[in-house]
């Protein structure tokens, strides 16, 4: 049984002695993730700003700008993330660590952090991540979005484009 038990282990990738190392994202975790974005986007699940939601409970529950990140890149099966606050991914605690990029840098799944100026907003408040828009090519950010109460996809311009304080591409911790 013991042998069958550490097979699995090995099997599944889940070895406890394996360290942890930063790791760009590979072209198949990009994939699984524009997949798991835009099937959240169609899902349209309601925006619930409510750090008692537990971080695995049923999307139905609702999401923020936090726990809808967390949820893509957890379904999506890339990296291990903790649902941890827009700033706390941000300074890259968490799991979310990567590298400060210009917003002229700017590629699919990066991820974007919000300062809105007229809101009381803590620095980095809120969190999207760039998308392309498949049928022309534009940059689009998706994010869930207060004020319309749902997660949406959004052309990168007024507000979305003049209050970005940090674009930042992801690289995850991996075992």
Do not use: N
């Amino acid at each position: 049984m013991r042998s069958l038990l550490a097979l699995l282990l090995l099997w599944s990738g889940t070895w406890f002695a394996t360290p942890e190392r930063a790791l760009s994202l590979t072209e198949h975790e990009k994939a699984r993730l524009r997949v798991t974005y835009r099937s959240m986007i169609l899902m349209s699940p309601h925006y619930r700003s409510d750090s008692r939601i537990k971080p695995d409970a049923p999307v139905g529950e609702g999401v923020d700008c936090s726990r809808y990140k967390y949820l893509v890149y957890k379904w999506a099966g890339v990296g291990m993330m903790q649902r941890v606050t827009s700033q706390d991914m941000a300074e890259g605690r968490g799991g979310w660590t990567g590298e400060d990029i210009d917003i002229d840098q700017v590629e699919e799944l990066d991820m974007i952090w919000w300062t809105f100026k007229d809101e009381r907003r803590r620095i980095h408040g809120h969190v999207g991540a760039f998308l392309r828009d498949p049928t022309h090519g534009t940059p689009k950010v998706t994010h869930a979005s207060p004020s319309r109460g749902q997660i949406v996809c959004d052309e990168f311009r007024g507000r979305l484009r003049e209050d970005y304080s940090k674009v930042r591409r992801i690289i995850i911790r991996k075992k």
